[in-house]
Structure formats: structure tokens, C-alpha cells
């Protein structure tokens, strides 16, 4: 934790300093913290907040600090915090990337020439595109799956459109995939899943867990590829219920409750690791 900042003028009778000199104070603050609040600002320099706001102007206009809730920080935090997004997702990929690749090679072996397929956006399916040979036909709404599939000459890719969501890295417009879906019935989807409750599958995003719910619909068989620990895993938008569901591919046995839900939708269960 932070020491309490000492005003650099503690007596009435000490001239103020120059604007230029409480920017120097304020950037070599910047450059040993990244970030400082509107009230650290006045409590350093013993200033107003209107001097503090006349402070924080300049050296925005100027580019050496960028504006947050509450403060201002260094140009460079940004770009930490992006670096960050990315090193969570990258640990997010190689979460358990054992177990998930032995559930991407399972499913792999339900996939025949000439398939047309559906691929879900999740780490998991991701390990899957990574196995794909031609000659097939894609839809995604994945980004990382599309970039995966571009080197593979053989397998024709389709990205659906709309805009894309930074975070899970998905395109995502309702109107738009509707239409480009409607008119497609495919051969097998593979998806993922946040959360499964006794209910059915749930997503993080109300737009993907949308578009699943069209695809659900318009596949010959629905494969789900996940992971024991995302049952009885909390997320907020559903995307299909089991009885959607042909094929559930996941590393271990579910709970006998959710064994019977799967048998009474006709749900075949594979298992990659059993610890029955």
C-alpha cells in the first residue's frame, strides 16, 4: 500500500510553483506509479482542484498522460492493460490445455470430408481447428478460430460479420447472422459452453449465446466439447437446452444428477478420462 503523499508546499508563505514545475512533480509521479488520482494530484502539490483539473488538461493536450475515472496516467498504461487482456486470454488457452486437447481430439474424430461444420468460439474448439484436415466447409464467428483455419488451404472458411467483441474476440450482429444462418442447415456443430445448469448450456454474452441458438436449431448433429468443472458453473444468457444436444464430450463423468437429465434427453456422453 501506497505511503499517504506529503504536500510538497506545507507553509502559507512558500510562493506557489510554476505550472511547469507541478508537471515535472506530476509526470515523475506518472513514471514510478502509472496512474494518479484528481485528489493525489492536490494532496502532492498542495494545490486546488481546479489547479489540479488546469494540470491534468495540459498534459493531456499535450499526450504525456491520458485521462481514467478519476485521474489521469501514463500513455503507456494502456498499453499495459492490453498486454494484460492478452496474457489472460493466452493462460485462459493453456487453462487445463491437457484435458481440453483430449476433448478436441475426440471430437475431431466425428469430423468427415466434406463436412459442412459450425465452430463455436471457446479454447476448446480452438484445440479442435487446430487438428482439422480438408476437405470441409467452416462457419465461425470466432476470430481465433478464423485465423487458426486461414492456413489450411483446404478447408473453406466462413467468418460470420458484425462487430467484433474485444474481449472474447467474436463478431457478433443478430440481424446479419440471421440471415446469413437461415438459409444453412449444417452437418455438425461443435461448441463450447461457460456454464451448464440443469436447464441447459449458458454463455457469458447475450450475442454469442444468440447465434448459438440459431445454430442449435440448424444442425444434424450438435457435439458439446467441455470440461467437468463448467458444470454447476454460474454464466448469464442460455444458449440451448440438452435435448439440443447429440454428443457431449467432456473429461470426466458428470454428477449422477446431471447423467440422468443427459439420459433422459438422449445426450451420448463420451469421456476422454473417467475416474469411475
Given at each position: ?246 454428443t457431449l464430450i467432456m473429461n470426466e463423468a458428470p454428477s449422477d444428477k446431471y447423467k440422468d437429465l443427459l439420459k433422459q434427453n438422449n445426450v451420448t456422453i463420451e469421456l476422454t478420462h473417467s475416474n469411475e
Amino acid at each position: 500500500m501506497q505511503k499517504p503523499l506529503k504536500p510538497i508546499l506545507l507553509k502559507r508563505q512558500v510562493f506557489a510553483m510554476y505550472q511547469e514545475e507541478r508537471l515535472v512533480k506530476i509526470l515523475d509521479y506518472l513514471d514510478r506509479h502509472s496512474t494518479i488520482s484528481n485528489q493525489n494530484i492536490c494532496t502532492l502539490l498542495n494545490v486546488s482542484r481546479d489547479t489540479a483539473r488546469r494540470d491534468i488538461i495540459k498534459l493531456v493536450e499535450e499526450g504525456a498522460a491520458i485521462r481514467t475515472h478519476g485521474g489521469i496516467a501514463s500513455p503507456s498504461y494502456k498499453e499495459e492493460i492490453k498486454a494484460y487482456k492478452e496474457k489472460a486470454y493466452k493462460e485462459r488457452l493453456t487453462t487445463a490445455s491437457k484435458q481440453k486437447l483430449a476433448i478436441a481430439q475426440a471430437a475431431f474424430a466425428y469430423v468427415q470430408d466434406d463436412d459442412l461444420c459450425f465452430l463455436d468460439v471457446s479454447t476448446t474448439v480452438q484445440f479442435l481447428c487446430e487438428s482439422l484436415k480438408g476437405p470441409l466447409t467452416v462457419y465461425t464467428h470466432s476470430l481465433d478460430n478464423a485465423e487458426v483455419l486461414s492456413t489450411k488451404k483446404e478447408i473453406t472458411v466462413h467468418l460470420l460479420g458484425g462487430k467484433l467483441n474485444h474481449n472474447n474476440r467474436f463478431f457478433h450482429d443478430f440481424t446479419l447472422s440471421s440471415q446469413q444462418l437461415g438459409a444453412i442447415y449444417f452437418d455438425k456443430a461443435f461448441f463450447g459452453a461457460a456454464g451448464v445448469s440443469e436447464d441447459g448450456v449458458y454463455f457469458v454474452n447475450r450475442e454469442d449465446a444468440s447465434i448459438k441458438q440459431i445454430i442449435a436449431k440448424r444442425a444434424r448433429k450438435v457435439f458439446l466439447l467441455t470440461d467437468a468443472q463448467k458444470f454447476h458453473q454460474p454464466s448469464h444468457y442460455k444458449g440451448f437446452s440438452f435435448k439440443d444436444i447429440d454428443t457431449l464430450i467432456m473429461n470426466e463423468a458428470p454428477s449422477d444428477k446431471y447423467k440422468d437429465l443427459l439420459k433422459q434427453n438422449n445426450v451420448t456422453i463420451e469421456l476422454t478420462h473417467s475416474n469411475e
